[in-house]
């Protein structure tokens, strides 16, 4: 994926490309044996990781579009995909409650974690590469280190479970969304003490990102809108909802490209917004 191409995926189980400028389809397609929850690219190697509904993961190359292995993780579903460059590591996040830790330089799995009960909903890695967070659907949001894994933290703070991470890219602030429709920040200098508690919705968070371009946090949720968030202050900016041009349906996933972002929804739309 460059700053101009972008990968989708979803309930028809097709894994596609797109040119973000001028919106055509690229000449790649995978088919999988299940809906689509999840995506990342390994950009060295050009390897594409998709995390479906029925706990598959697959690892497909980009060049030949063949799958080259595949893993059984979760019968619930891989929710989320993140790479660890620093330790060549995959994340994933199952419906299982079980974070699965794969090596990527031998394509096994080093560990699986138990966390939850309930699903794993978002994973972030700060960008200092020494923690990770877990937002558990049924419960607080898990931080552990990032090299063994070992809870550092759990913040039980949004009432029915968290469903968004996010890091604060220069600060040490975490920041996280849940079901109660809340973003709430805590500072890990203060013993991860919340300094922020806003209801930014009305309904559950689904995806936090932050957009460098526009030096902002971005939320969506299952209430349809997309929002813009001042980084320090958290004062809104921006806000996109159906009668702004936006989706009809649940806002599921961001991603911050270049100058953009990208949304994903319920409504089977991708649409893209600029700085």
């Known amino acids: 994926m460059t700053h101009e191409q972008v990968f989708t995926g979803g309930g028809d189980r097709v894994v596609a490309l797109w040119d973000v400028t001028n919106h055509n389809q690229l000449p790649f397609a ?51 995909l993140k790479i660890d460059y620093a330790r060549n590591r995959l994340l994933a ?25 309930g699903k794993l909903r978002r994973l972030a890695l700060r960008n200092q590469g020494d923690l990770v967070a877990v937002a558990d659907n049924s419960g607080p949001v898990h931080v552990l280190e990032a090299e063994y894994y070992h809870s550092v933290h759990a913040l039980s703070s949004h009432e029915e479970g968290a469903t968004a991470v996010a890091w604060h890219p220069t600060k040490p602030v975490l920041i996280s969304g849940g079901k109660d429709a ?13 300094v922020l508690s806003l209801p930014a919705h009305q309904s559950t968070i689904y995806d936090i ?16 809108s997309i929002k ?5 202050t958290f004062d809104p900016l921006r806000r996109i909802g159906f009668a702004d041009g936006g989706h009809k349906h649940s806002v ?11 949304s994903a929804s319920d409504d089977r739309g991708v649409l893209v917004f600029g700085a």
């Open 228 to 232: 813009w968030w001042n980084p320090v």
């Open 252 to 262: 599921n996933r961001l991603l911050a490209l270049g100058r953009n972002i990208i």
């Open 93 to 117: 996040a199952g419906g299982n409650g079980v974070l699965t830790v794969i090596d990527l330089s031998c394509m096994k799995v080093l560990r699986s974690i138990p966390l939850s009960q």
């Open 30 to 80: 995978v088919r999988t044996d299940a809906p689509v929850y999840s995506l990342v690219l390994h950009k060295p190697t050009h390897q594409l990781f998709i995390g479906c509904s029925n706990g598959k993961l697959h690892a497909v190359d980009m060049q030949s579009k063949k799958e080259i292995f595949a893993w059984s993780l979760d019968a619930n579903g891989i929710f989320d």
């Open 209 to 224: 990102v932050y957009h460098e371009t526009s030096d902002c946090f971005v939320s969506c949720s299952r209430d349809k």
């Open 182 to 194: 809340y973003i709430r920040c805590y500072n890990l200098g203060d013993d991860y003490k919340q």
